[in-house]
């Protein structure tokens, strides 16, 4: 069953989400010599650069010097990025990828791996929980 999941899963990103995926596979080959693992089908790259996170398709870019709650919750977080991904195909960088990369930068009060006002723009909050919702794992920090 997980081998059939796991088809539709890169399916789906690699044609209807195909426009975040190629630059989710561009970040890939950026950080080609980061620590990667696999999470529920996507891939995660921890990345040593000053910024949070990224979500590209099935192309997950963390910090990995955020500390293990950081990674906890940017993993599930980012993950729902992921499957809004498959949800909203070629829309996803304009419905999700635009607005949240504008708060990112726009706001001063993000404060990674705590509970805050990011996490209440819809993008975010949608993305929490789908993150949990999908892997069956728990935010500790939020909500």
């Known amino acids: 069953m997980k081998g059939i999941k796991y088809f539709f ?3 789906l990103q690699f044609t209807w989400g195909l426009p975040q995926n190629l630059l989710g ?3 890939f080959l950026k950080y080609r010599k980061c620590k990667k693992e696999f999470y529920h089908g ?13 979500s590209l398709g099935m192309f997950i870019i963390i910090k990995a010097s955020g500390g293990e709650n950081w990674i906890h919750e940017a993993k599930i977080h980012e993950y729902g990025h992921s499957i809004q991904s498959l949800i909203l195909g070629p829309l996803y960088l304009l419905v999700i990828g635009l607005p949240s990369s504008w708060l990112y930068h726009m706001t001063e009060k993000i404060v990674f791996g705590h509970v805050n006002e990011y996490y209440l723009f819809y993008p975010e909050r949608w993305a929490n929980y789908l993150g949990q919702l999908v892997t069956g794992e728990k935010m500790r920090l939020n909500d």
């Open 9 to 11: 899963y890169y399916l």
């Open 25 to 27: 596979f561009y970040l």
């Open 42 to 54: 996507a891939i995660i790259v921890y990345h040593h650069d000053n910024w949070g996170g990224v």
